[in-house]
C-alpha cells in the first residue's frame, strides 16, 4: 500500500481518474511490487500469457538494438534468490485506458539494492480480461546507463 501511495502521487492522469485506470495503474504497481518481494507468481498473475516483451537500447557500437524477451526466463529470474532487493522506481507515469484496452508510459530508474544499474522508458499496453481483471500484453522497455532524466528517486 505504501508503494501505491508513493507512485499515485506521481501519477500524469490523461483523463479523470476512474475506476479502469486505477485498477490499470494497480497492474502495474503489482508488478514492481512484486519484482520487488521476489514473488514470480505475484508478477506473473499481471501478464497475460501471451505477453511480448521487447528491449531497446544502443550496444557498445552505438547501434540501436531491439532485443525480444520471453515471459518465462523473466519469471524464473525473479523467482530466483538474489542477495539484494530488484527496484523499478517510477516517475512520470501516464496512464490511457478506452473502454477494455489501456496504455501506461513510465520513466523508471533501476536499482539492483541501492546501486543504480539503469533507466529508461517502460510502455505498457493492457487488456482487461474476461474476469475484469487488466493483463499486460505488451511490454517494452528502453535501458540506458546514463543521460537518465532523474537517477534518483
Known amino acids: 500500500m505504501l508503494s501505491f501511495l508513493t507512485i499515485s502521487s506521481q501519477i500524469i492522469w490523461s483523463q479523470s481518474k476512474t475506476v479502469d485506470s486505477l485498477a490499470v495503474h494497480q497492474t502495474i504497481i503489482d508488478l514492481f511490487d512484486g519484482m520487488r518481494e521476489g514473488d514470480s507468481a505475484k508478477v506473473s498473475a499481471t501478464f497475460d500469457p501471451s505477453v511480448k516483451m521487447y528491449t531497446s537500447y544502443k550496444n557498445k557500437e552505438g547501434k540501436l538494438i531491439l532485443k525480444e524477451g520471453k515471459l518465462k526466463p523473466f519469471l524464473d529470474a525473479i523467482g530466483t534468490a538474489h542477495d539484494q532487493i530488484w527496484d523499478e522506481k517510477l516517475r512520470n507515469t501516464v496512464v490511457y485506458v478506452d473502454g477494455g484496452i489501456a496504455q ?44 537518465c532524466k532523474e537517477m534518483a528517486n
Open 104 to 147: 501506461v508510459w513510465t520513466d523508471y530508474s533501476f536499482f539492483i539494492g541501492d546501486t543504480f544499474s539503469h533507466c529508461g522508458v517502460d510502455a505498457f499496453h493492457l487488456i482487461k480480461d474476461d474476469t475484469g481483471s487488466w493483463k499486460i500484453i505488451h511490454l517494452m522497455d528502453t535501458r540506458k546507463k546514463k543521460a
